[in-house]
């Protein structure tokens, strides 16, 4: 049985991991890159914390030992559910069985200009295009003479409450305060400024109200400038408009406001959900394609507990994997009698805003804490999920260094230099 595996993120992986060396599957795992990533760190690679080889693991390097497993590093251009053909930009790879597993993009909601000059934090490459500009900002900062051209290369603008907007806006905030006064002693960080624009009431809107209330005043503690009940109306690369008719300046805008579904193309006679996620069964069968799967973000399993699909976390995708990969089993077995519904265990959810300070929800028992101890979990936690003890080590040593000395070593600007000393940034 040939099961084509689409993306390599955390439910990809899993299921592949789940089916390695299982007799009479051969599993092909297709990703654009031909590195795992881990997410819910980009925003330590953006803020300098971290290098993107700590929280990045070639995939081939984890399947090494296996025989049933090969990668295939292309992009996914269209899918012929009728033959059974995936066309990508390497060829054309058939498949038994297929699993998207191909996860979420950013969503803009339709906005163009803020498409095409705010930054998103997808992928470890959109976090070091971050780290980068912000340090160019800072070095053009230092020789400008124009007060409202500082302001503007000075300030950072973060679009979303959810827990990557709040980390990120945490992260930044303590740089500010600890780090880059060190680097540019030429420049005043007092009029630095680190905006979070949340368009509801409240940060943190899926977790509790004490989890939200907690991760509010801990941003305050930072400095962070909190904007709620205020929606986007535009970016044009220098200034950030506001429904309400506010303005802020700033060269930076990071935009962590919704994710959509990562749908390859194929699938337009399929009626897509809210948030550009594919409609599947109990078994995380796509309606009405026999042969067709999807878990993770681009998965939408209705249900009376998830009327909308459940969360795109990690957890979810990973539980689906384990679920679907017994599944495939029992189909290789021809046992469809007895394929396993999934069902999701809700294990809580944590968001980290600085050193010392984060929130943990936990739902059975009904349980919430923050500070310290939170903090020490979510760092716990991360460092078992990171692939490769390598990994986990450099990981580790990078936040005890940071936390001891309240400095990063990552702030880098690469350049080539052309033979007419015109200079690319790389």
Known sequence: MKVVIAGGGFGGLRLARKLNNKKGIDV???????????????????????????????????FQKSRNIRIRMAIIQRIDTTEKMIHTDIGEISYDYLVLATGAGTNFFGNVELEANAFSMKSTVEALQIRHRMMENLELAVTTTDPQTLNRLM??????????????????AEMKHYVLPKDYPELDFRKMNIFLVEGSSKVLGAMSDKSSDQALKYLHQLGVTLLTNSQVEGYDGNELRLQDGKTI?????????????????????????????????????????????????????????YPNGHPQVAPVAMQQADTLSLNLLKIKE?????????NYKDKGAMATV?????????????????GFFAWLIWMALHLMLILGVKNRLFVFLNWVYNYLTYDQSLRLIFREFNRDNSTRNI
């Open 28 to 62: 092909i795992l297709i990703d654009q890159y031909n590195y795992h990533q881990f997410q819910p760190l980009f925003y330590q690679v953006a803020t300098a914390g971290l290098d993107a080889s700590n929280i990045s693991f070639p995939l081939r390097k984890v």
């Open 155 to 172: 300030n950072i603008v973060v679009v979303g409450g959810g827990p990557t907007g709040v980390e990120v806006s945490g992260a930044l």
């Open 249 to 305: 300046a700033a060269s930076t805008v990071i935009w962590a406001a919704g994710i959509k579904g990562n749908i390859p193309g194929g699938f337009e006679s399929v009626t897509v959900q809210r948030g550009n996620r594919l409609k599947v069964n109990e078994f995380n069968q796509v309606n009405n394609m026999q042969n067709i799967f999807a878990i993770g973000d681009v998965a939408a399993m209705i249900s009376a507990d």
């Open 334 to 342: 021809n046992s469809f009698a007895t394929l396993e519904a999934f």
């Open 354 to 370: 600085g050193r010392n300070l984060a929130v943990v929800d936990i739902p059975k028992p009904k349980w919430h804490f923050g």
